[in-house]
């Protein structure tokens, strides 16, 4: 018995570790950059496959005589799924939203700060000068040209110390249904243009500062995150990079990705080039007024001649099965397939199988019953409680032959109390003689354990939870935690990081502690360990599980509340067969007394 205790233990333990794993696998914290490694390949380096080297030449003002300055203006996009808007300020995007997804309100994907944003805009100059900052875009407005409801183009001109003038235009072209679009930059040089090299870059297209939706924590356990990937889909099954950037330590990628991301817990941003050469640049650069930063930038490398066109597709929306799948079967209106976008969503490790079939499931109880994520996962964990009652039923008849087998456990280990091989060659022999397993008692824990680690996965990244609704005015959405009460002037706990006062939580530690009293047995209401793994393991995954998306805790507990019912009806069930089984036994031999063994008259 106290051998399963410290295993039970040690799985309980195993919880917890696995938590703080999942954490840190979905959060990783950020890599310091060595203090005297100097960085092998400088920022803005141009590729060996790219054009030859180019001498460096600065951009000069815009060259747009007075009367014909242009005004600054907004102009606005609107499909039936997102709304951007633009300014001929930079030519570059203030606004996107995405329309119909956040129960009628739009979510905004440009974050900014005291400072506008640069999604979009053109630099000019080192691609190390622009991710730092130090050269950033003209701000002379530039001539629009609206093509059609869906089509705009922003053009200015340039010039260079030498009197080299070129023009620059920047034209999007967005499709219905889409959340992809694509941008096309065009440089066209008078005759005294016959090469583009600024800094070591044509140009660079900037993305900054922050993709949305707003959050309040970066790298929370619940909260928003900021990851940057890379796609190589000539990759063996295409590869996924996560990307280690840090404030300090920005990352140049110059293998020429596919394409690359940051990908948010719901929401990405996708960028791919259609241009023979190019370099992706990801930046954490501060920005006065906003928490966190998440840069891209895609350089150019120099080039050769007077006119070049090149077309990039970005994809801001969703980071959801449904969305990005149209990019692997051609179902979009670039007829675009096998583009790789679907590995944003999808589920990783040696779990992701399980995790898939969960979420299968949960849509399925949510489209069968009335449509409300919280009594779709009630009735997902009905589901598998059901599938592992086999192995609940097992698991209970073996606790009760332990029972039965315990005074004989105990006769072996107090006989060879000094001599631990022996005891356990005895152990060994025994269980082997009575066809028993010690462990068939741990099973369905073992059995669990990989399903709750899928089902904190799946309500941490299920876009379809995104904002699920269970109970109003309390559980508002399943994938955040719930609240009874906010503490005032942005409060917080010390040490714990507590914002608010929660309710599942407790309810998560009664439903644990008055399990562990049903599933008690009678030899073990004496047993300190078991005290303990009755009183106390609940006290501390109260504190792990405080800032947990809410509809886990929707599961645990109704995971405890089914088992609890479960075991009293498999204790009826054991009851009756024990007594069933009494009375079906032969009654025990009558003792032989020996002859002469009465008691004998006394003699007179």
Same mark, same amino acid.
């Given at each position: 018995?106290?051998?399963r205790?410290?295993?039970?233990?040690v799985?309980?333990?195993?919880?917890?570790?696995?938590?703080?794993?999942?954490?840190?696998?979905?959060?990783?914290?950020?890599?310091q950059?060595?203090?005297?490694?100097?960085p092998?390949t400088?920022?803005?380096?141009?590729?060996?496959?790219?054009?030859?080297?180019?001498?460096?030449?600065?951009?000069?003002?815009?060259?747009?005589p007075?009367?014909?300055?242009?005004?600054?203006?907004?102009?606005?996009?609107?499909?039936d799924?997102v709304?951007?808007?633009?300014?001929?300020?930079?030519?570059?995007?203030?606004?996107?939203?995405?329309?119909?997804?956040?129960?009628?309100?739009?979510?905004?994907?440009?974050?900014?700060?005291?400072?506008?944003?640069?999604?979009?805009?053109?630099?000019?100059g080192?691609?190390?000068?622009?991710? #730092?900052?130090?050269?950033? /875009?003209e701000?002379?407005?530039?001539?629009v040209? !609206?093509?059609? =409801?869906?089509?705009?183009?922003? %053009?200015?001109?340039?010039?260079?110390?030498?009197?080299?003038?070129?023009?620059?235009t920047?034209?999007?072209e967005?499709?219905?249904?889409?959340?992809?679009?694509e941008?096309?930059?065009?440089?066209?040089?008078?005759?005294?243009?016959?090469?583009?090299?600024?800094?070591?870059?044509?140009y660079?297209?900037?993305?900054?500062?922050?993709?949305?939706?707003?959050?309040?924590?970066?790298?929370?356990?619940?909260e928003?995150?900021?990851?940057?990937?890379t796609?190589?889909?000539?990759?063996k099954r295409g590869?996924?990079?996560?990307e280690?950037v840090?404030?300090r330590?920005?990352?140049?990628?110059?293998?020429?990705?596919?394409?690359?991301?940051?990908a948010?817990?719901?929401?990405?941003?996708? #960028?791919?080039?259609l241009? /023979?050469?190019?370099?992706f640049?990801?930046?954490? !650069?501060?920005? =006065?007024?906003?928490?966190d930063? %998440?840069?891209m930038?895609i350089?150019?490398?120099?080039?050769?001649?007077?006119?070049?066109?090149?077309?990039?597709?970005?994809?801001?929306?969703?980071?959801?099965?449904?969305?990005?799948?149209r990019?692997?079967?051609?179902?979009?209106?670039?007829a675009?397939?096998?583009?790789?976008?679907?590995?944003?969503?999808?589920?990783?490790?040696?779990?992701a199988?399980?995790?898939?079939?969960?979420?299968?499931?949960?849509?399925f109880f949510y489209?069968?019953?009335i449509?409300n994520?919280?009594i779709?996962?009630?009735?997902?964990?009905?589901f598998?409680?059901i599938?592992?009652?086999?192995?609940?039923?097992?698991?209970s008849?073996?606790?009760?032959?332990?029972?039965?087998?315990?005074?004989?456990?105990?006769?072996i280990?107090?006989?060879?109390?000094?001599?631990p091989?022996k005891?356990?060659?005895e152990?060994?022999e025994?269980?082997?003689?009575?066809?028993y397993?010690?462990?068939?008692?741990c099973?369905?824990m073992?059995?669990?354990?990989?399903?709750f680690i899928?089902?904190?996965?799946m309500?941490?990244t299920?876009?379809e939870l995104?904002?699920?609704?269970?109970?109003?005015?309390?559980?508002?959405?399943?994938s955040?935690p719930?609240?009874?009460?906010?503490?005032?002037?942005g409060?917080?706990v010390?040490?714990?990081?507590?914002?608010?006062?929660?309710l599942?939580?407790?309810?998560?530690?009664?439903?644990?502690?008055?399990?562990?009293?049903?599933?008690q047995?009678?030899?073990?209401?004496?047993?300190q360990?078991?005290k303990?793994?009755?009183y106390?393991?609940?006290?501390?995954?109260?504190?792990?599980?405080?800032n947990?998306?809410?509809g886990?805790?929707v599961?645990?507990?109704?995971?405890?509340?089914?088992?609890?019912?479960?075991?009293?009806?498999?204790?009826?069930?054991?009851?009756?067969?024990?007594?069933a089984?009494?009375?079906?036994?032969?009654?025990?031999?009558?003792?032989?007394?020996?002859?002469?063994?009465?008691?004998?008259?006394?003699?007179?």
């Amino acid at each position: 018995m106290e051998k399963r205790t410290i295993l039970a233990v040690v799985l309980s333990m195993g919880v917890m570790v696995a938590f703080m794993l999942i954490q840190n696998a979905m959060n990783p914290p950020p890599a310091q950059p060595p203090q005297q490694a100097a960085p092998q390949t400088p920022v803005g380096t141009v590729p060996e496959t790219s054009a030859p080297l180019l001498p460096a030449t600065p951009v000069a003002e815009t060259v747009i005589p007075a009367e014909e300055a242009v005004p600054l203006q907004e102009v606005i996009i609107e499909t039936d799924v997102v709304r951007a808007v633009f300014s001929n300020a930079l030519g570059d995007i203030v606004s996107f939203q995405l329309l119909g997804l956040d129960r009628g309100h739009p979510v905004e994907m440009i974050l900014s700060g005291n400072e506008p944003p640069q999604a979009f805009a053109v630099a000019f100059g080192s691609l190390d000068d622009v991710m #730092a900052g130090r050269i950033r /875009p003209e701000s002379r407005n530039f001539r629009v040209n !609206r093509v059609s =409801s869906y089509i705009v183009e922003f %053009s200015r001109e340039f010039v260079m110390p030498e009197g080299g003038m070129f023009t620059m235009t920047k034209r999007y072209e967005f499709q219905p249904g889409e959340y992809m679009f694509e941008m096309t930059i065009a440089l066209e040089g008078n005759q005294a243009v016959h090469y583009f090299n600024f800094g070591g870059a044509a140009y660079t297209i900037i993305f900054g500062p922050q993709i949305g939706p707003a959050f309040t924590k970066l790298a929370g356990r619940h909260e928003e995150f900021r990851n940057f990937q890379t796609f190589d889909r000539g990759a063996k099954r295409g590869r996924l990079k996560t990307e280690r950037v840090t404030e300090r330590a920005p990352a140049l990628i110059t293998s020429q990705p596919s394409w690359a991301a940051i990908a948010g817990k719901y929401f990405t941003l996708v #960028a791919m080039p259609l241009t /023979p050469q190019y370099i992706f640049g990801f930046s954490m !650069r501060s920005e =006065s007024g906003l928490s966190d930063a %998440s840069r891209m930038y895609i350089s150019r490398p120099p080039l050769v001649g007077a006119r070049h066109e090149d077309r990039f597709r970005f994809y801001i929306g969703p980071k959801n099965h449904q969305n990005l799948t149209r990019y692997e079967r051609g179902d979009n209106a670039f007829a675009l397939r096998d583009a790789g976008l679907i590995e944003l969503s999808a589920s990783r490790g040696f779990l992701a199988p399980l995790e898939k079939g969960l979420k299968w499931l949960l849509s399925f109880f949510y489209n069968s019953t009335i449509r409300n994520y919280g009594i779709a996962i009630i009735f997902l964990t009905i589901f598998v409680k059901i599938i592992l009652f086999p192995l609940t039923k097992k698991a209970s008849e073996g606790t009760m032959r332990m029972q039965a087998l315990a005074p004989k456990i105990k006769e072996i280990q107090e006989r060879n109390k000094g001599n631990p091989q022996k005891m356990n060659a005895e152990m060994g022999e025994f269980y082997r003689r009575e066809k028993y397993n010690p462990l068939s008692g741990c099973l369905p824990m073992l059995i669990q354990l990989p399903i709750f680690i899928a089902m904190f996965n799946m309500f941490n990244t299920h876009f379809e939870l995104r904002g699920a609704m269970f109970i109003p005015g309390w559980i508002d959405d399943l994938s955040v935690p719930e609240s009874i009460v906010d503490f005032p002037n942005g409060f917080t706990v010390p040490f714990l990081g507590w914002t608010a006062l929660r309710l599942l939580p407790f309810i998560y530690v009664a439903s644990q502690m008055l399990y562990g009293k049903v599933v008690q047995t009678p030899d073990q209401k004496g047993n300190q360990m078991m005290k303990y793994m009755l009183y106390v393991m609940p006290l501390v995954f109260f504190f792990v599980l405080y800032n947990m998306p809410s509809g886990l805790l929707v599961y645990w507990i109704m995971s405890n509340i089914l088992t609890m019912v479960q075991q009293v009806s498999i204790n009826k069930y054991m009851a009756r067969k024990k007594a069933a089984a009494a009375l079906a036994a032969p009654p025990p031999p009558k003792p032989i007394i020996a002859p002469g063994g009465g008691k004998r008259k006394k003699r007179k």
